[in-house]
């Protein structure tokens, strides 16, 4: 009898040990798959904008707040991975939601358009790394957001479409040169998109691809623009109509597609675009659908994917070597509409974001390999 209460003691320890351990992350199997909680941001932030710094330093700007009262917060906030903290910014001259944001060669970060706290804006400004402090950019020709900022090799910015108005999408361009500080139209798109996304090639191009038109379909048409002839061209269209999505440059020089939201909801394909031939193939496919996730290169080259819509934990990680797809382990906290950004230490920093309840958050976690 003694020894039956002894081992139905030491089983009730146990459970409350393994309870306690798995509460206190432990025993989390994602930690063991190179997941650890991080610190806060200083404000709660949901869709806020993530650039990764030259100074190996990770900058998140403005987003929206926990009531969801306001389009954006007039900050930004910069994890120092040295330390493990992260620091405030002084208010920008702007509020900025869903802004376009480009790290300029001289490591400073420009942020252009997106919603204010009155709405649409052409608005630009530069956040200047050495000092934490803003500057005031010449404004866009044209009020947008959901639209794309890209660097050329000359580090003058294109302003590729977005959205007009609340929803409207457009096939404007503009160019932004930081030398003269000024910014010019150029050769418009064929198609009218937002939501799309925006990749330099290897030879100094720009893939466009995806988004929505203006009768709000999801599109699956891509057009390619040369800098040197300010052209555009089509490309050879993704096998299925997407947006929010992501699209990641490969060392390998291809383009990876992943996710986003089709026409019937969420998606769980994924694409390779290859410069070298101009056509698309299968990356394969993920275990459960996802949009408004993020995608991060990792030191190894592999690719990081996690958060997203229809919320869930999991993440994964594409190896280009093989083209295939592994488990990333598990975040603590499932979030979409997050930032994410690799720093000097080789973690992924996941920060900010919504949950399934629509509660904007602060938490933030690290994924190392």
Known sequence: MEKKKFNAATRRFNRLFIAAAIAAGALNPALAAGW?????????????????????????????????????FYTADLYDPATNAWSQSPYSNAAHYLPGLARLPNGNVLVAGGLGASGLQNVAEIYMVATGTWAYAAPMGKPRWAHTLTV?????????????????????????????????????????????????????????????????????????????????????PMAGARSYYTATLLANGKVLVVGGASDNGPLATTQLFDPATGTWSSAG??????????????????????????????????????????????MAQARYFHGAGLVSNGKAVLAGGTTVSNVKISSVELYEE
């Open 285 to 330: 496919t993920l275990p459960a659908t996802r949009q408004q996730h993020t995608a991060t290169v990792m030191p190894s080259g592999k690719v990081l994917v996690a958060g997203g819509w229809p919320i869930n934990t999991a993440a994964q990680l594409y190896d280009p070597a093989t083209n295939s797809w592994a488990s990333a382990g598990s």
């Open 36 to 72: 650890a909680s991080g610190p806060a941001l200083t404000l709660v932030r949901s869709g806020a904008g993530a650039v990764a710094l030259a100074n190996g330093k990770l900058l998140m700007i403005g987003g929206r707040d926990a009531q969801a009262s306001a389009f954006a």
């Open 152 to 236: 050329l090799p000359n580090g003058s910015v294109l302003a590729v479409g977005g959205a007009i108005s609340s929803s409207a999408p457009q096939t404007t361009v503009e160019l932004y040169d930081p030398a003269t500080n000024t910014w010019s139209y150029k050769a418009s798109l064929a198609t009218a998109r937002r939501d799309h996304t925006a990749t330099l090639l290897p030879n100094g191009k720009v893939l466009v691809a995806g988004g929505e038109d203006v009768n709000y379909l999801k599109l699956a048409s891509a057009e390619i623009y040369d800098p040197a002839t300010n052209t555009w061209t089509p490309a050879a």
